[in-house]
């Protein structure tokens, strides 16, 4: 199953301020800009093995960061900047991002505080593929990397929280996770009204809807965590934060497991507050728990991450092993972080990921 990895990271210069990559983007066809001006994107080819996968991430990363030292630049693995507000992080150019602030709404800009990971799975079984990872939601607690925002600490896990349950609360359908479906016909069924309802609030804003339909279509107006991508094509895990590239390959390694066991065996749903693993080695579907267990699952793990036993159960009853993760958010403090002390963080921050490589080039 072809996998990729599209990961985003924060740039800072050596005092730990949040600047523009810059040059930093030249280095590679695969270093995209991102909607927000301190960020920038890193993306893979579609890799037919997980080695493969390894060795085109590392080196990548690797080119950017060293390139980045020479520009007095550095890339910070956090899912927030810690203590930014959104307004001091300005937007890049872009229609599409202005189109959405209109439709949105001010929540909207919670969004440009977030950093995540987005993996994907080439499609198959598309209904399988997609009921897997939405089973499998909680496990951003495993890289959780920021519990700060405006620099008081406000959950565990505070990009989820942000990107679902602030910026896209007023259009659930938009950006929160999405039940399960029995079939492709029905994922798009439900795009379709999703976006007739977005469609609808841009009328009520005043949008000009030349404007919205050039910019917007169903598969391309949504930001829910698990995301079916009709171009690339390709099924989209969007919940994990911004991480080390160390845990990044390792979430990426088990997930695209689960994926592989749902995609060749099936799934059924119920019977189970968790999945199953052992049903696929038997060459039976994988059972999934009901999607209300699910979603408890994933507020747990937003409030508490890894804290909470019931969150660390599920994790290890899917096939995870909690205790190899070391998420950065658990290196924090609990309280206030001040400017000065989240310039300070976010240079720790960019060690410890300089570090993580180092390592696996050494391994190499």
Known sequence: MNTSLEVEYWVVDDA?????????????EQVDPEFVEPMLEI??????????LRREFVDLISRVVDAARDRNRRLVPLATPLNTAPAD???RDKEGT?????????????????????VHFERSNVADQLNALTAIDPAFALVNSSAHYRGERILECARPFLYRRSCYDPCPEQ????????????????LEEAYDSFRERALERGVDMDAFENEFSPYEAVWNPVRLRKAMPTVEWRSPDA???????????EVRSIVTCADEHGTVIGGSERITRSDAAADRPL???????????????????????????????????????????????????????AKKLRLEAANRLEADLEQRRVRA
């Open 16 to 28: 730990g301020d949040l600047v523009s990559p810059d040059t930093l983007l030249d280095v590679s």
């Open 175 to 190: 950006g929160q996770l999405q039940s399960y479906v029995d079939s492709v016909a029905e994922w798009e069924q439900r």
């Open 243 to 253: 991480a080390l590239p160390s845990q990044v390959l390792r979430l990426a390694n």
């Open 98 to 118: 202005d189109l959405q602030r209109r439709i949105v709404g001010p929540t909207f800009d919670d969004a440009r505080v977030c950093a995540g990971t987005h």
């Open 43 to 52: 993306k893979t080819t579609p890799c037919g093995s997980m080695a493969e």
């Open 89 to 91: 992080i300005p937007y």
């Open 287 to 341: 059972r999934l728990p009901e999607f209300d267990a699910v979603e408890s699952m994933t507020d747990a793990a937003i409030h508490d991450g890894l804290e909470e036993p019931r969150v660390r159960r599920y994790l290890r009853g899917i096939g995870f092993t909690p205790a190899e993760y070391d998420p950065l958010a658990d290196r924090m403090t609990d309280s206030r972080i001040t400017e000065r002390r």
